[in-house]
């Protein structure tokens, strides 16, 4: 092909774009208003400057999601110093977190809705906002390979979808890093929200294995949409650890603040 048929292709291509634009103009997937998108893709999707993520919300919702200032990056909680006096004296889970907000609000349903098969394409959106949010801390962190927490297969059945997948599915296909599901539930574990804070951790201790091949030595990014006591995520890192991991941190959407307005009820229910 000329070097001018390319060219009449590539611009062929950008006018069925704007056609598209016009006929069926871009709307953010958590709002689904097609005004107050960031001008700078002239109706796309919002774009994070320097990062080169686009990100399919109205600047408004991003506003939302990402409001409440910096977290520590040792476990996640809002308004502190690193380490915080959380995180003092304490063993840390994993090596590292980066949260996107805490849950509540906005987040807080935009969470539920990733959580079911029509919600996928929010899932998609947080992910992408959460790695335009904390790219330098993953890129220091140099993951070798992406985790999620799984779900247990009955569980996954009646809901249709995993939004731990779908997060480190988007994650890995922006930072062209493999996704690998390695972690498999173990043993059949009670509903994080039926049981008292104390006893949350004992519920999924040791409830997690799989296949580690090629595991040893290598940086994992563990991937999750809420975090609350933390439990779920230590016994995924326990697991990689004991399986050779040089290192595992975490990335989620939302944690459940200690004493936060919303109450740890309601996000336990979705840990």
Partial sequence: ?????????????????????????????????????????????SAVPGVGIEIPLCRGCIGELTAGGPRCLRCGERGR?????????????????????????????????????RGEDVAGALAALLLSRHAETIAA?????IVPVPMHWWRRVVRGTSAADVIAGRLGGLGGLPVRRLLRRTRPTVMQNRL?????????RDAFGGRY????????????DVVTTGGTLAGCRRALSEAGAAAVHVAVLARADHGGDDGDQQAVALE
């Fill in 141 to 145: 962190w140099a993951p070798d390979v």
């Fill in 213 to 224: 091949g090629g595991i040893a030595g290598k940086r994992v990014l563990l991937v999750d």
């Fill in 1 to 45: 092909m000329t070097r001018g048929w390319m060219w009449l292709e590539r611009q062929r291509g950008a006018w069925a774009d704007t056609a598209l634009d016009l006929l069926f103009p871009p709307r953010c997937v958590l709002c689904r208003r097609e005004e107050d998108l960031t001008p700078s893709l002239a109706g796309g999707p």
């Fill in 81 to 117: 110093g690193e380490p915080c006096r959380v995180c003092l004296g304490r063993c840390p889970d994993w090596d590292g977190i980066v949260v996107l907000g805490g849950y509540g609000g906005t987040l807080r349903q935009a969470v539920l809705r990733a959580k079911h098969p």
């Fill in 196 to 204: 008292p804070r104390e006893e949350r951790r004992a519920n999924v």
